[in-house]
């Protein structure tokens, strides 16, 4: 069976970091992409990121490009999301998701339970 | 302001039949596959529907997508209560080289 558990998220600071990571099990972790996906309290989905099968390519949303930066370890079957000057904008719950191939505009196949991010002073 | 446009919320009555449209552009659905994804409050989305049509194992085929030029739909037959939760399209958009989701529809059966 395929799993993903999200791990990392907490209450910060706005302008703090934080490090989201993803425990991936039941799938041959290095043969897909991955990706980062959230909703806001009461909001829709937003991509916020992908990554290649072997990290050569990563992606961005507008909304996120220069502070959060994507990464995996294919090694340890991990996906990770650094997050820098974190804004009240960016609370959210965080999914960490399976594409469907080898690169992140294939769909998204299977999520996790999420991880729960919430930025305030 | 989502990239794919959907209704906020649909209804109908139990063993009815339901729509759920999602609208786009040339960069994005009318170029790129379709995915249907189906969440319960509280909890992850579950997909539904990948390549426009195509449903995963263990999904009845109560449920259907299919797509024309920049639009996708999503139909439910035979409706149950067990089915009212929020339902969401989702594909690529090569102009913006991003996953792109519509804003979501509520399902609500009668």
């Known amino acids: 069976e395929v799993q993903l558990l999200e791990s990392g998220g907490g209450l910060v600071q706005p302008g703090r970091s934080l490090r989201l990571s993803c425990a991936a099990s039941g799938f041959t972790f290095d043969d897909f992409a991955m990706h980062w996906v959230r909703q806001a309290p009461g909001k829709g989905l937003e991509w916020v990121s992908g990554i290649t099968w072997n990290s050569g390519t990563m992606g961005y949303a507008d909304s996120v490009k220069g502070r959060f930066t994507i990464s995996r370890d294919n090694a340890k079957n991990s996906l990770y999301l650094q997050m820098n000057s974190l804004r009240t904008e960016d609370t959210a719950l965080y999914y960490c998701a399976k594409a469907s191939g080898r690169y992140y505009y294939y769909n998204v196949d299977v999520w996790g339970q999420g991880t729960t991010v919430t930025v305030s002073s | 302001q989502s990239v794919l446009t959907q209704p906020p919320s649909v209804s109908a009555a139990p063993g009815q039949k339901v729509t759920i449209s999602c609208s786009g552009s040339s960069s994005n659905i009318g170029n790129n596959y379709v995915s249907w994804y189906q969440q319960f409050p509280g909890t992850a989305p579950k997909l539904l529907i990948y390549?426009?049509?195509k449903r995963p194992s263990g999904i009845p085929d109560r449920f259907s997508g299919s797509k024309s030029g920049t639009s996708a739909t999503l139909d439910i037959t035979g409706l149950q209560t067990g089915d009212e939760a929020d339902y969401y399209c989702?594909?690529?958009?090569?102009?913006?080289?991003?996953?792109?989701f519509g804003g979501g529809t509520k399902l609500t059966v009668l």
């Open positions: 390549d426009n049509n």
């Open positions: 989702g594909t690529w958009d090569s102009s913006l080289s991003a996953v792109v």
